[in-house]
């Protein structure tokens, strides 16, 4: 077990440019859950999936943002048009189904949109 | 809709005991964690409470109380290490998502 494994650490983009970032939850973990967090506040909900369906987006998810889960497996978050706004940890967290499973959370993404 | 209330900022004193409170309004309810995060950090996982009543790990302890919608996150012999952000977070029992609360940033004096 070697923990949820996100790459890049830190991205840093022009406003206007997309980013993609990539999230490799525990393997046995078939809940897999995308968060934001800015500084001094808690983790926002943006979308989880279970196995490959998304089961679940926020009213936050605007249409730039879109993720996938294709194979079940690792998942990846496209932000499009990137706006300063955009600027924050992105966390990816994954989570067995069962009651009481708590959430695995990666070291996350540090986006910075100049 | 989803609220999540936690004072923004504690401090306390090395060997101390400190009590971080937690209400939440939320539309289902399906457990309730707290999590710490250290600063630059990602959360780990603390305690679980799905039934009222205090659950109890080495110096950390969680109680909950469904009918109030309240949780604390109870910290005893403080130590420098424990200065950090702590989360409190529910799972809701329709989408099985966890919301989050803003985070108690608690500071621990020598």
């Known amino acids: 077990d070697t923990g949820v494994s996100q790459n890049p650490r830190h991205k840093i983009t022009k406003r206007g440019q997309n980013v993609t970032f990539r999230c490799d939850p525990i393997s046995e973990h078939n809940r897999l859950y995308w968060y934001r967090q800015t500084l001094g506040q808690g983790p926002e909900f943006l979308t989880y999936?279970?196995?490959?369906?998304?089961?679940?987006k926020s009213r936050l998810l605007s249409d730039r943002f879109s993720a996938e889960r294709p194979k079940g497996s690792f998942s990846t978050l496209e932000i499009q048009r990137t706006e300063q706004g955009d600027s924050a940890m992105y966390l990816c967290?994954?989570?067995?189904?069962?009651?009481?499973?708590?959430?695995?959370f990666g070291n996350g993404t540090r986006l910075t949109v100049t | 809709g989803q609220n999540i209330d936690q004072p923004t900022e504690m401090t306390a004193t090395e060997g101390a005991i400190v009590q971080i409170n937690c209400t939440y309004q939320?539309?289902?309810?399906?457990?309730l964690f707290w999590y710490q995060q250290h600063a630059g950090e990602a959360p780990t996982f603390l305690s679980y409470n799905v039934l009222d009543g205090l659950e109890e790990k080495g110096r950390f302890s969680s109680f909950l109380s469904r009918s109030k919608g309240y949780s604390y996150l109870l910290l005893k012999e403080l130590q420098m290490k424990d200065s950090a952000s702590y989360l409190c977070?529910?799972?809701?029992?329709?989408?099985?998502?966890?919301?989050f609360g803003p985070g108690t940033r608690l500071s621990v004096l020598p």
């Open positions: 939320t539309s289902g309810f399906n457990g």
């Open positions: 967290a994954s989570s067995l189904v069962e009651v009481g499973s708590p959430l695995h």
């Open positions: 977070a529910v799972r809701d029992n329709y989408g099985q998502n966890f919301v």
């Open positions: 999936f279970q196995n490959e369906a998304q089961l679940e």
